[in-house]
C-alpha cells in the first residue's frame, strides 16, 4: 500500500496543535483531526506538543508559515495572553488566552473557553442571571468568571483553599465587572446552593463534598474533571436529579470554535468531532 501526502497531491499542509506541559493525555488531537477529516481538509493535521511556559516564545518563533492556529492549556494561558500580538476583548479581561490564530500581522489570541462554558451550562437549562458559586481559583476559574459575567451575573462566590489565590482574580474580576465573594475551603458544603455550581479543582479535591451536599432543584453543576468519570461529585448531582456538565463537554464546545477560527470552516463537523471525543474517551 503506497501512502500519498499532502505534499504529493499539491495540497499545501496546515498544521495546528495544543500545547501544555503535561500534555500527553489531551483529546484535542481526537476532536480536530475528526473535524478536518469530516470537512474534508486534505492537508490538515493536528498533534500535541510539551511546552513549558517558559518555552512558548521560542516555540512560537519556530513555527512556520503553516501554522494555522495553537490551542493552549495550562500552564500557558497567561503567557499566551502576553506573546500574542492582539487579542480579543474576553481573553484580555479574563487575563488567559486558550487560542492562538495565526494573522498577517502577528499571533492572535482568543479565550473559547468562556464562550464554551455559556454555551453547556445554557444548554443543560441554567438561565440568565444565576448565582455562581465556583470551586478553586485557577485557570478554568477564570472561565467561569468570564462565563458568568456573559450570563449576566453580576457577582460570583469563589471558593478556595488560599486566600491569595482570590486576590489573584481581583483584575479579572472587575475588568468583567464582577463582585468576588471570597469563601475559604471549609466553607464550601455550605455554597452549594447556587443556580450554578462549577468545580475547576483538581480530581479528589471536591470528592468529600458528595457526601454533604443537599442539592436544590434548580442547580446546574458543571465538573470540569473528564477522567474519571463521574466523580463523586457528579454522580450525588446525577441522582438528585441535577442536570450535570462534564470536562469533556467544555472540552468539545471551547473547540468548536477553535476549529473555526483556525479553518475558516463554519459550522465547524460538530457531530463528527463530538463522536470522535467521546468514543476516545470512552476507550480509556
Not at 510539551?50 to 503553516?66: I, K, Q
Not at 492556529?69 to 481573553?91: H, N, Y
Request: with cysteine; aromatic share 4%; hydrophobic share 45%.
Amino acid at each position: 500500500m503506497s501512502v500519498t501526502s499532502a505534499a504529493d497531491t499539491g495540497t499545501p499542509r496546515r498544521r495546528a496543535a495544543v500545547l501544555g506541559k503535561p500534555i500527553a493525555h489531551s483529546l484535542s488531537p481526537v476532536i480536530h483531526n475528526a473535524g478536518f477529516a469530516a470537512a474534508g481538509l486534505d492537508g490538515w493535521s493536528y498533534v500535541a506538543i510539551e511546552c513549558a511556559a517558559a518555552e512558548l516564545a521560542g516555540r512560537l518563533n519556530g513555527l512556520d508559515a503553516s501554522w494555522a492556529g495553537l490551542s493552549l492549556t495550562m500552564p500557558l494561558k497567561e503567557e499566551a495572553l502576553r506573546l500574542a500580538t492582539t487579542a480579543t476583548p474576553v481573553a484580555r479581561a479574563t487575563g488567559a488566552a486558550n487560542t492562538l490564530v495565526r494573522r498577517d500581522d502577528g499571533w492572535h489570541a482568543d479565550n473559547t473557553d468562556v464562550p464554551g462554558m455559556v454555551r453547556v451550562l445554557s444548554d443543560a437549562g441554567l438561565g440568565s442571571s444565576p448565582s455562581v458559586t465556583v470551586l478553586g481559583g485557577g485557570g478554568t476559574c477564570r472561565a467561569a468568571l468570564g462565563a458568568a459575567a456573559a450570563l449576566g451575573t453580576t457577582e460570583v462566590t469563589v471558593v478556595t483553599r488560599r486566600p491569595s489565590a482570590r486576590d489573584e482574580l481581583l483584575p479579572a474580576a472587575d475588568a468583567l465587572g464582577l463582585k468576588l465573594l471570597g469563601a475559604d475551603w471549609s466553607e464550601a458544603a455550605s455554597l452549594l446552593e447556587a443556580d450554578a455550581v462549577i468545580s475547576t479543582v483538581p480530581k479528589g479535591a471536591a470528592d468529600h463534598l458528595a457526601e454533604v451536599v443537599v442539592w436544590r432543584p434548580g442547580t446546574v453543576l458543571f465538573d470540569a474533571i473528564y477522567d474519571p468519570w463521574p466523580t463523586p461529585l457528579a454522580a450525588s448531582a446525577t441522582a438528585a436529579g441535577v442536570p450535570v456538565v462534564s470536562g469533556l463537554d467544555l472540552l468539545l464546545s471551547q473547540a468548536l470554535s477553535q476549529f473555526e477560527q483556525f479553518t475558516g470552516v463554519t459550522p465547524a463537523p460538530e457531530a463528527a468531532m463530538r463522536s470522535a471525543l467521546f468514543e476516545a474517551a470512552s476507550r480509556r
